[in-house]
């Protein structure tokens, strides 16, 4: 029994962040401007000139602009509380990190895992859709010699696996992981020029467009909101993928000059400026036709044939192949430095966070990750890809929204021992009544003994964990009331879940949060956190199962590698260690923390506050 509490108490240890949180082996050379267009960069592209239209074809109507509102909205939920934990923890691990740090290491692992699957999957499917389009443009000519002279005239026929192998985007892949190895800089200037030149065709297009708006199209063929409020809700689960991009910003915060202020400013400029564009583009299509005659496999182009205008369909072809070849290249970007960020902890191989000297990029993980990619997209089918995606980012966006509600209901101390005094570069800790209270009961509520903890902030963990179950419970039974529509173990159950949130999302209230003074704080906590996390489960149940189940496998075999490496290989197990070692050597003195941590910033601060008393 001891042994298994042990491993236990291993697997969930804590990432402490002990050196200066500034100092790292990468470039810093970016601004707010560049993380902006990195992420404008990763978002423009198939969402905008596909999706969109898509989604009005066939869900929403002209109500579509409302669908796009409400995942506006979930994403700005979930990049708010983004802001706070990147203003901590300005490092490359993104929701990987701050999972670390919060709440253990096999849940960072799992997360870190997914992510992996996700950008590669990523990049696999955006190179694929973009050398089809282009093969289709000279009438599929690699398509024909790739079968006819490789496969000897029959294509493959194996589920999950493409027809043939794509070697147009595995070159693409191979391109832009060469030009990655030149340094973030320059990655950084040419996801900007290709931003700037997709914006400049959005505009033509509105100026081919804005003549031929008729708004008679937003009141007739059904109004505007031909599928009820039902597709509304449906359009915006779809349209998630339109903001599954503003990540990439806190994965390059490493890279950032100025990572506290420059990432809430950018994470929040993308968010709205996606929205902005997606919004005119999208208006604009469905008032220069009706809606139900939007082709929803290429709705911009075939709209405008419609209209009679050429011009605008060339554009269109010239802006979605730049706008895809700038997602693909910040996928690439993003994924090495995911893997880059594991390594360095010693959950992944520790070769993978080799840093060149020259352009100080992780140049193992790079090479060894695009040539992954490049396997992926030579034999994996496009639309096993692209259901691989979502999943990954909807999972770390609850998980990050839960860790910002657990954070501002630990004491201050607590969340202080995570950095050394050189890291508090956010945080400003100072004494109060408040203070010392985070994470205990108020003083109406302390009736209620079974709430009480030894641990301050340990029944608000709980009562989150209990908050998301509960979420999901419900939506699930929603999703699903056919099975046991009118039975009055449904009803009983169903109320039974909603009181369950109801009660849990109540715990919380009834505990004091922490006073720390951070650059950006997540607003109105714990509402926005909460919120976040019941928006992205609603969109996790709406998944097909078939994604859960590679999920599951995905899951499965990290764990494994886990088992046989990561485990034995953390950082943070030797930290513990020197932790358990000063303990030894100072028996009767203050809880040791690094260099002036918790216990000896207190007494400096109060010390100092005496004095100027």
């Not at 031909?226 to 809700?233: A, L, R, W």
Request: aromatic share 12%; hydrophobic share 50%; proline share 4%.
């Amino acid at each position: 029994m001891g042994k298994f509490k042990n491993i236990f108490a291993n697997i969930i240890r804590r990432k402490t962040i002990r050196s200066d949180i500034l100092k790292t082996k990468l470039n810093r050379c970016l601004t707010t401007f560049d993380l902006t267009f990195i992420a404008l960069s990763y978002i423009l592209g198939v969402g905008v000139f596909i999706l969109c239209g898509s989604v009005a074809a066939t869900l929403a109507g002209p109500s579509v602009d409302v669908s796009i509102l409400i995942a506006a909205a979930s994403a700005l939920l979930s990049a708010l509380c983004y802001a706070e934990f990147c203003c901590r923890i300005p490092q490359a691990g993104s929701a990987y990190l701050y999972t670390y740090v919060t709440i253990g290491e096999i849940w960072a692992f799992i997360i870190g895992w997914n992510m992996i699957l996700e950008y590669v999957a990523c990049a696999g499917s955006l190179s694929r859709a973009l050398s089809t389009t282009i093969d289709n443009m000279f009438g599929d000519v690699l398509h024909n010699l790739t079968v006819n002279y490789i496969l000897n005239g029959k294509e493959w026929n194996t589920p999950f696996l493409a027809n043939y192998p794509d070697f147009l985007a595995a070159f693409m892949i191979l391109c832009f992981t060469i030009i990655l190895l030149f340094g973030v800089k320059i990655s950084s200037r040419i996801n900007s020029i290709i931003v700037i030149f997709v914006l400049t065709c959005i505009a033509i297009l509105e100026g081919y467009g804005v003549p031929h708006i008729n708004f008679s199209n937003w009141s007739n063929y059904g109004g505007f909101f031909p599928y009820g409020f039902g597709g509304v809700v449906s359009g915006s689960a779809k349209l998630f993928f339109l903001y599954a991009g503003f990540e990439v910003i806190c994965i390059s915060s490493e890279e950032c000059i100025d990572p506290v202020k420059s990432v809430p400013k950018a994470l929040l400029s993308a968010v709205l400026v996606n929205t902005c564009i997606n919004l005119v583009l999208v208006s604009t299509l469905t008032l220069i036709v009706p809606w139900c005659e939007i082709n929803p496999i290429v709705p911009l182009s075939d709209a405008f044939q419609q209209l009679g205008e050429v011009v605008p369909t060339y554009v269109i072809v010239v802006a979605l192949t730049f706008s895809v070849s700038g997602s693909t290249l910040v996928t690439l970007h993003a994924l090495p430095r995911f893997v880059y960020s594991m390594a360095k902890d010693g959950l992944m191989f520790t070769q993978l966070s080799q840093v060149s000297s020259r352009n100080r990029v992780p140049v193992t993980a790079t090479l060894i990750f695009g040539g992954i990619t490049i396997l992926v997209v030579l034999f994996v089918d496009f639309y096993t890809l692209v259901e691989s995606l979502n999943i990954g980012s909807l999972i770390c966006y609850t998980v990050v929204s839960g860790s910002v509600i657990n954070l501002r209901y630990r004491p201050e101390e607590e969340n202080v021992k995570m950095f050394n005094k050189q890291c508090s570069l956010s945080t400003d800790l100072r004494r109060s009544r408040v203070g010392e209270l985070s994470g205990t009961l108020k003083p109406k509520f302390q009736c209620l003994n079974f709430l009480a903890s030894e641990v301050p902030g340990r029944t608000v963990a709980t009562a989150t964990i209990v908050y998301a179950l509960c979420c999901a419970c419900v939506v699930v039974m929603l999703n699903h009331d056919d099975v046991m529509k009118g039975s009055w173990i449904y009803i009983i159950l169903f109320f039974l879940f909603i009181l369950g949130c109801i009660f849990s999302f109540a715990v919380i209230l009834m505990h004091y949060q922490n006073n720390e003074e951070l650059t950006f704080r997540t607003p109105y906590v714990p509402f926005v956190p909460a919120f976040s996390m019941l928006f992205n489960i609603v969109l996790l149940v709406n998944l097909s199962i078939f994604t859960w189940i590679r999920f599951a496998i995905w899951v499965l075999i990290g764990l494994i590698i886990y088992a046989k490496y990561g485990y034995h290989h953390s950082k943070a197990a030797v930290d513990l260690e020197e932790e358990e070692e000063t303990l030894c050597d100072n028996p009767n003195d203050d809880p040791p923390t690094n260099d002036y941590g918790t216990v000896q910033l207190l007494k400096i601060q109060s010390t100092g506050d005496e004095k100027n008393e």
